[in-house]
């Protein structure tokens, strides 16, 4: 493949090759100092900005520090013991308690203001269940509830979950009580012990139906 | 004095470097030439799979009764094939053909580099393929199952030797910057995907150490494989075209190794609010404020370069799609850098505005770019001229006006997305109704850039095809040039 016009060819070279003989030669490097604005005004700057952001929100560079501690080195360290806040049965206290689990575990179907979504999850606010019997909505929180349902007069057709088994009586109480208090609803608060009678009397009940929680809660 | 000054008013020194260019291009002639138009065939195919998913945003029920087209593979398929069917096989060709340039070598092996072209659009074919039936591997940016891996890094093993071969028979003596910043690409891409692919789907690591691994080589493959390719290309072509050393070899250098030092650190910033050791994330933090050194630097670069030449983007379409390329390169850093601090962050995360900063990046930057080398490339591999302005025009003005609209009403759209995401009583359907109009306006935008790309790949065949002699004038933007100074 030799470059260039071979015997028995017609073309005009130089256009064919244009674009090659028209460019420019390859390029080089002028070898200019950088400026001393960069220097001082910009390298340096950013890298004593670097340096300490590194040292302040690295959380003391340890593998258990999180997020959330990542300014920990301004916080004094606290060497007492903390001693746990005592539990105490008051609504207010209850209620607090129970929003934290409700944005946890309730609140991805359901959502953060208990609207639910129409079609898949039914609402809590001002819904005839939450406001009605306390048996009636400690039961299926604890273990499940699937098939038909009917909720302020519309059919729903879905699958809750249990959640017997990752919360416990207080969490149970404290998550009802919020969302019987929520929202526009108002009804009493539950207590962690009507939640304790009931795990014990329905112990490892399989998923209710409408019917079944009927029946069950008819006896 | 000076010997490159020399050189360039010896009609015998002009007339050998033609020579030799000559051979270089006719060697790359078949390699660089599949890999350049094969891309070309993966960005329509991509940009049409960007519009399926795009459209299924604001109208879920399109497409959506035929499984392969469902949403969640039209979407990595279309991010898979525009990195490694598009960016990734046009960087290869692109990245050779500078290499050989510089290294003043002709491809010695050009039958291997033939097949691994071949290779590689099989593996993409595959892996395209793969992700349609089901297969994905639902690991973001590798979502190519692995029975596609084998192709594209057998073929990159050919890639790297032959350039390796390049910069072995490189004449003695100053190696420009471009050269560093393929050379490095050629390396970086291949271990990163190699290392990602067997430490995330071979033999997974423990699930904790997964998404850091998986951030890594997803924002590496930005930023030390389209990144140094794209400014390779850059620093190859403003010089060349403008006809002017670039400004400090000591910038250019700075700019290459802040990048490789800093870039590495960076892909953590994804994981802020994660539950991540709060130094990874802050180290990752800090990397991505420092990449400020090598973007400004690059930019200074650049600018010092081109300033009083601005006037030639007028007519040169290769400078002009750089330029815009180099722009969007400075723009989308800076963004960056922005968006890996910690409050913004909490705003910007997991909404539209992420995608319109990758866009700037992905788009605005790397394809921009790669479309001027092409347009620079492909005359001197033919031998024969674009065969029309207006649609080189066309694939500007669709592509840059297109882009422009992507970005903006997308990163608005984000925006407010984030702000009420942030706000705990707005309910989420909301939310989504609320950025129905700015999906909307995206799909028209991309629309617009597709258009673009469509008048290209018309413009491509149409100049493969052609018969008509060559004029031996550059198809430039204007037809009326101020001075007989050959720009492209």
């Not at chain 1, 100092?33 to 952001?53: D, E, F, N, Q, S």
């Not at chain 1, 795990?199 to 009940?205: I, M």
């Not at chain 2, 087209?69 to 053909?97: D, K, M």
């Not at chain 2, 490189?170 to 910043?181: D, E, L």
Request: hydrophobic residues 45%; glycine residues 8%; aromatic residues 14%.
């Amino acid at each position: 493949m030799k470059p260039g016009n071979e015997p028995g060819e017609d073309f005009d070279t130089r256009k064919v090759h244009g674009a090659i003989i028209r460019e420019k030669s390859e390029p080089s490097e002028k070898f200019r100092a950088a400026p001393w604005w960069l220097k001082h005004g910009i390298y340096a700057p950013l890298a004593m900005w670097g340096i300490w952001y590194l040292i302040v929100a690295s959380g003391g560079f340890r593998w258990d520090e999180y997020s959330e501690g990542y300014f920990r080195t301004f916080v004094p360290e606290t060497t007492e013991e903390t001693t746990p806040a005592p539990v105490s049965n008051d609504p207010k206290a209850l209620i607090a308690e129970g929003e934290t689990v409700y944005t946890a575990v309730c609140a991805a179907c359901h959502q953060a203001t208990g609207t639910g979504l129409p079609g898949a999850f039914p609402p809590l606010a001002g819904s005839d269940w939450v406001n009605g019997t306390e048996e009636k909505i400690i039961l299926p929180v604890l273990h499940g509830l699937v098939g038909e349902i009917v909720v302020n007069g519309e059919t729903w057709n879905g699958a809750m979950p249990a959640q017997g088994a990752t919360l416990d009586d207080r969490k149970v109480a404290a998550v009802l009580s919020y969302i019987r208090s929520s929202w526009g609803n108002s009804a009493p608060p539950v207590t962690p012990e009507s939640v304790t009678t009931l795990r014990e009397k329905f112990k490892d009940h399989a998923p209710w139906t409408a019917a079944d929680l009927e029946a069950a809660l008819a006896e | 004095m000076n010997p490159e000054k020399d050189q360039q008013h010896d009609p015998e020194a002009i007339e050998k470097s033609r020579q030799q260019r000559l051979e270089i291009d006719l060697a790359a002639r078949w390699p660089v030439g599949i890999f350049i138009g094969s891309s070309i065939f993966w960005l329509l195919l991509g940009s049409a799979l960007a519009i399926a998913a795009s459209i299924k945003l604001h109208d879920p029920a399109f497409l959506a009764e035929n499984p392969w087209l469902t949403f969640g593979r039209v979407r990595p398929a279309h991010l898979n094939i525009v990195a490694y069917g598009w960016l990734s096989t046009a960087g290869i060709g692109i990245g050779l053909w500078i290499l050989s340039r510089l290294c003043r070598a002709p491809i010695r092996d050009n039958r291997s580099l033939t097949l691994a072209a071949a290779l590689w659009n099989m593996g993409n074919a595959v892996g395209t393929w793969g992700i349609l039936r089901g297969d994905s591997t639902a690991v973001e940016w590798l979502e190519y199952p692995t029975y596609a891996a084998p192709f594209l890094l057998v073929s990159f093993a050919f890639v790297m030797l032959e350039s390796v071969g390049l910069i072995r028979r490189r004449p003695p003596g100053h190696i420009y910057i471009s050269q560093w910043y393929i050379m490095a690409a050629f390396f970086w891409f291949p271990s990163l995907y190699f290392t990602a692919h067997g430490l995330l789907v071979l033999a997974p690591v423990q699930a904790p150490a997964q998404p850091p691994i998986n951030w890594w080589f997803a924002h590496n493959a930005l930023g030390l494989w389209f990144t140094p390719i794209g400014l390779g290309a850059a620093y190859y072509l403003i010089p060349k075209i403008i006809g002017r050393p670039i400004h400090s070899y000591y910038l250019s250098v700075i700019g290459f190794w802040s990048l490789a030092f800093f870039y590495a650190w960076n892909g953590m910033h994804h994981l802020i609010g994660g539950p991540f050791p709060a130094w990874l994330i802050t180290a990752s933090v800090v990397a991505s404020i420092m990449m400020f050194i090598p973007v400004i630097t690059v930019a200074i670069n650049h600018h010092f370069t081109m300033v009083g030449h601005f006037k030639k983007t007028i007519y040169s379409p290769t400078l002009r799609f750089v330029v815009f390329g180099a722009m969007c390169y400075t723009l989308a850093s800076f963004q960056g850098s922005t968006m890996a601090i910690r409050s913004l962050n909490g705003i910007t995360h997991f909404t539209h505005y992420t995608i319109a900063h990758a866009h700037l990046g992905a788009y605005g930057f790397a394809t921009m770019v790669f479309f001027g080398s092409i347009y620079y490339i492909m005359p001197r591999l033919l031998e024969r001229e674009w065969p029309s302005r207006f649609l080189i025009r066309i694939h500007f003005w669709s592509c840059a006006i297109g882009f422009i609209a992507y970005f903006i009403f997308l990163s608005w759209g984000g925006i407010l997305q984030g702000i009420e995401m942030n706000q705990k009583e707005t309910p989420f359907l909301e939310i989504v109704a609320l950025t129905m109009p700015y999906l909307k306006l995206r799909t028209v935008a991309g629309s617009l850039m597709t258009l673009g790309h469509l008048a290209f790949a018309v413009s491509f065949c149409w100049m493969i095809i052609s018969h008509r002699a060559s004029t031996g004038e550059p198809t430039l933007f204007s037809k009326r040039i101020p001075n007989p100074d050959p720009i492209s």
